[in-house]
């Protein structure tokens, strides 16, 4: 881990409880409760909430994911067995089908907080593969 982002181990795990709810208002609320806290681990503004894009992002997957049992998550080829991530997903050994994944999960809840209501930042704004 960086030491830029001021992060002791204590805390890890710690950052990532969520919004209270799945409205606009409760996102907002927490996104800028996440700005402040990356700002006062040393973040510079535009980076803070960059930051806290990401973990909205990374909420807004892990509450909605709903991985296949028999497929892989980044090609949807059949498999049995597999390493599986964190949210349940199981995808083929090697980074192609973790990164296809990847881009797919992500792409998914940038596009599922800006239905919501919130506006993501410019950097963060999915452009086209």
């Not at 950052?15 to 973040?43: C, F, H, I, L």
Request: aromatic share 6%; proline share 9%; net charge positive.
């Amino acid at each position: 881990m960086s030491p830029a982002l001021k992060l002791p181990t204590a805390q890890i795990g710690q950052e990532n409880t969520g919004p209270d709810g799945d409205s606009v208002e409760a996102y907002r609320a927490w996104m800028r409760s996440k700005v402040r806290e990356w700002q006062g681990r040393g973040q510079p503004l535009p980076k803070a909430i960059l930051i806290a894009w990401g973990t909205a992002e990374n909420q807004w997957h892990i509450r909605g994911a709903k991985p296949s049992a028999s497929c892989c998550a980044g090609c949807g080829k059949r498999m049995e067995i597999g390493p599986k991530l964190i949210d349940g997903a199981m995808v083929h050994p090697g980074l192609d089908c973790l990164i296809a994944y990847g881009q797919k999960w992500r792409g998914e809840a940038h596009d599922g907080l800006v239905a919501l209501g919130l506006n993501p930042p410019k950097s963060a704004i999915q452009t086209p593969v």
